[in-house]
């Protein structure tokens, strides 16, 4: 369980989250959505302690981040953060590169080349295993990079932005197949961003709406949509509830345009 | 004869070496006699130094030869020797399957065959022979001890080291000081012998740092972000504060040692200026590391426009270079009032320079995961190997 307790955080004077509170349960697949600029990808910094916030703090398992040297470190070991943008080794091959994580993070050789190599299997990348990094397209690299969360086998995922950044239908159907099953399965903890609703509906169970460095929603998919009525999508209701003022924008915009 | 050889082959370094010194010592001898008679030199042949040339040759084998005696046998040195001894029954009691790391009677023969051909060559400076094979070979003892964790005879030696810096002009006293370094060297060995067990294990920090610590600093290094910031990879440890005043008192004793013997030479200033800056820019290193990656917690203008000028959670990692940039100052300023009292003042400036660096420079662990600050990739990340994602 991932525990949020009124953290606030601002880079220069303008704060990009405001006492903050929340709770994240164990086994769920929370995405975190917004308006772009809202505090996101802060968000989930806080939660993977790559930044200290300036107040307030987060608690994984009872364990509150960055308090120490060794239970940071096994935060780190538990918590697993993917950036949307990584830098990958160019003359590694991707075979290289997704046992090295492996092997930083103490994972068992046996286990590792046969999960290695499901791993490349499940994105279609067994052609490419052993061609370096710099051969791959900005899909595959996507692809690779998302690979390697997975091979450590983290309790906690917590990956910003992984639908995005080239990641064909395949791609995007292996991942939200595999989060599923690690969520259901293996008890695994997902949070991730999103820009769009549209990814949500089928990846997510639960859902954080930041607004204004604010909670604007957090609560569990089907409890929002009983709040919201019957017979709308998940999409109607979450375009309402992030975008509220997009409808109106597009009307205004050719109602000028009439004129 | 054959058992002489078999019994002197446990110490020889290899043939090809063996062949190329002699050939070495030969030609010593030889193209200065060339030299001598084509420029038909022989009159001022002692003012030439050309007769010394042996002796030298003879210097630089006994350094070799005590760096070998060392480095090869020891198994701190030899990473796969070392691992497959742990596997052995072998204990500190029986004798060392490569041969024996201390020293033995096949060395002393050796040495006094070298010994012998140096009092031929020069009777009065022969002994430096033999004590630039002590020292080379304590100084292989030094690193040894410092893999083996055996701490306190590496400081010991290292301590007793400027000695030599007094006594260089009488080559009987300085043979006298490097025998005891090697006395104390031989003991430390022994005792190092006992613990193998201990070094030789995970727990060993340095042998970490070669191996299994490199290994991951090396995958760090490759795997690119998140991989090289977000990864559970422990660094080394700062110094306790005993070792921190220690070594700060090490760097002191040599500091007055060194100029105490070099201040009366013309160059000493231009040297001691050389010497001053690059300490200064070295005071840096330690801040530099925190820096990496690791930016404020807010930005330059978040601080000037919110008042928060100073973040003393993070802007602690400036304290050092701070604190050392004011004592080479005041060293500085010192010497031009107490011109007399060079050695002492450099000396008290080198304390205090290894003891701010050491100390208040934040444990780089503890920084990393537990500091005030923001981790990002841009800082160091090298574009030539890695490549961003979309």
Not at chain 1, 93 to 115: K, Q, S
């Amino acid at each position: 369980m991932i525990r949020v307790e009124n953290v606030t955080q601002h880079y220069s004077v303008r704060p990009v989250l405001t006492d903050i509170s929340l709770t994240i349960p164990q086994g769920s697949r929370t995405a975190v959505i917004g308006p772009n600029g809202m505090g996101k990808t802060t968000f989930l910094s806080v939660l993977a302690g790559v930044l200290e916030p300036q107040r307030g703090h987060v608690e994984i398992d009872g364990i509150r981040r960055r308090s120490s040297v060794d239970k940071e470190l096994a935060l780190r070991k538990k918590a697993f953060f993917l950036p949307d943008r990584c830098y990958l080794p160019k003359m590694r091959t991707g075979r290289e590169f997704l046992l090295g994580v492996g092997r930083l993070y103490d994972i068992e050789e046996l286990r590792l080349f046969d999960h290695a190599q499901r791993l490349f299997s499940l994105f279609n990348l067994t052609e490419l295993a052993d061609s370096p990094i710099s051969n791959y397209s900005a899909g595959q690299q996507k692809k690779i990079s998302l690979a390697s969360p997975l091979i450590i086998e983290a309790e906690i995922l917590l990956l910003d932005e992984p639908f995005s950044g080239g990641l064909d239908p395949a791609g995007i159907l292996a991942l939200r197949r595999v989060l599923t099953r690690l969520a259901e399965e293996n008890g695994c903890t997902i949070v991730f961003t999103a820009p769009v609703p549209e990814l949500v509906a089928e990846n997510a169970d639960r859902l954080i709406v930041i607004r204004d460095g604010q909670i604007a929603v957090n609560d569990s998919i089907a409890d929002l949509l009983t709040k919201t009525g019957t017979g709308r999508s998940v999409e109607q209701m979450l375009n309402e509830q992030i975008f509220p003022e997009s409808e109106q924008n597009v009307a205004d915009y050719f109602a000028g345009g009439v004129a | 004869m054959k058992r002489f050889t078999i019994w002197m082959r446990e110490v020889l370094p290899p043939k090809w070496l063996i062949i190329l010194m002699a050939f070495c010592y030969l030609m010593s001898i030889a193209v200065p006699q060339l030299v001598l008679y084509y420029f038909d030199l022989y009159e001022i042949q002692e003012e030439t130094g050309l007769l010394k040339t042996p002796l030298f040759c003879l210097g630089m084998f006994a350094i070799i030869f005590g760096l070998y005696r060392s480095g090869a046998f020891h198994p701190i040195f030899q990473n796969d020797y070392r691992e497959w001894l742990a596997q052995t029954p072998w204990s500190h009691e029986k004798p060392l399957p490569r041969g024996p790391v201390y020293l033995v009677a096949q060395d002393f023969l050796i040495l006094c065959m070298i010994s012998s051909l140096s009092y031929f060559h020069d009777p009065e400076l022969w002994l430096i022979t033999p004590s630039l094979f002590l020292i080379a070979h304590s100084l292989m003892c030094l690193m040894s001890f410092i893999l083996t964790q055996e701490y306190r005879y590496a400081y010991v030696i290292t301590f007793l080291l400027p000695s030599l810096l007094y006594l260089y002009e009488s080559p009987g006293l300085s043979f006298i000081s490097v025998a005891i370094i090697a006395i104390i060297s031989h003991w430390g060995l022994r005792k190092a012998m006992r613990t193998f067990d201990k070094w030789s294990g995970e727990q060993n920090h340095f042998l970490q740092t070669n191996s299994q610590l490199a290994k991951e600093m090396r995958l760090k290094n490759i795997l690119g972000w998140p991989h090289d910031s977000m990864g559970p990879i422990s660094s080394p440890k700062n110094p306790t504060l005993g070792w921190a005043i220690a070594l700060a008192l090490q760097a002191g004793w040599w500091s007055f040692s060194v100029i105490l013997q070099i201040s009366d030479r013309p160059e000493f200033l231009s040297l001691i200026i050389g010497i001053g800056i690059g300490l200064w820019v070295c005071s840096f290193i330690p801040t530099s590391r925190c820096l990496s990656g690791h930016a404020p917690p807010i930005n330059f203008w978040g601080r000037m426009r919110t008042g928060r000028w100073i973040i003393p959670s993070y802007d602690k990692i400036f304290l050092s270079p701070l604190v050392v940039s004011c004592c080479l100052t005041l060293a500085t300023c010192m010497t031009l009032y107490f011109p007399q009292s060079l050695a002492i003042i450099f000396g008290v400036a080198a304390t205090f320079y290894v003891f701010f660096t050491i100390y208040f420079t934040p444990d780089l662990d503890e920084w990393r995961l537990t500091g005030n600050h923001r981790i990002h990739p841009g800082f160091g990340i090298n574009k030539t190997e890695l490549v961003q994602t979309q």
